[in-house]
């Protein structure tokens, strides 16, 4: 039957304020929704703001298919990784680590979103680029966008390099730009604002 072996991989600090680890592709969302949560926490926002860290979204998005459907939400911010400029993938698939928040373009995701998020992190000095989808997202916005009678939804990624290995990479700074536009877009009222 075999042994069972492993990568023992620990994080460590890169040059650049990058970081390299397992499991990125998740910390570093996480981290970027808990330091926007911080900063909205400041804001006293008027509208009511939910986080949700669902599990199991690369076994069929099932964390967030249950939780959007028991939360009446009206609107939702998906944040995600997608490809870091890296050799193995086209350039135009990807974004250069230290390039900000890249912000999702596909029919899944709600346009008027998308727009007040480019909006807002042209006018917040916020760096990013634009991650064109031409379908499905792979993200939990694929489903989150069909819960109930649809939740409009936008999607912010951190670009991430080596993606599914021991050895992910982020930079630092893309993964606090997409928590400054996710408090950007709160403080700026969401669609309603």
Not at 5 to 20: C, G, M, T, V
Not at 45 to 56: A, H, W
């Amino acid at each position: 039957q075999g042994d069972l072996a492993l990568f023992d991989a620990p994080a460590i600090e890169l040059k650049n304020n990058r970081i390299s680890s397992k499991a990125l592709d998740n910390r570093a969302g996480m981290a970027a929704v808990i330091m926007a949560a911080k900063k909205i926490a400041t804001q006293n926002p008027k509208s009511k703001v939910v986080l949700l860290f669902p599990t199991g979204e690369e076994l069929g998005l099932r964390g967030a298919r249950v939780s959007a459907y028991d939360i009446p939400a009206d609107e939702c911010i998906v944040v995600d990784v997608s490809f870091g400029d890296c050799m193995e993938v086209p350039a135009s698939k990807t974004a250069k680590l230290g390039s900000g928040a890249m912000i999702g373009i596909s029919p899944v995701l709600d346009k008027n979103i998308y727009n007040k998020l480019k909006r807002l992190a042209k006018e917040n000095g916020i760096p990013f680029t634009l991650e064109v989808m031409g379908g499905a997202t792979s993200t939990d916005a694929d489903v989150i966008t069909l819960t109930r009678s649809g939740i409009p939804s936008g999607l912010i990624s951190i670009p991430l390099r080596n993606m599914h290995t021991p050895a992910e990479v982020v930079d630092i700074n893309d993964v606090k730009a997409v928590a400054n536009l996710i408090a950007a877009y709160v403080e700026g009222g969401g669609l309603n604002g």
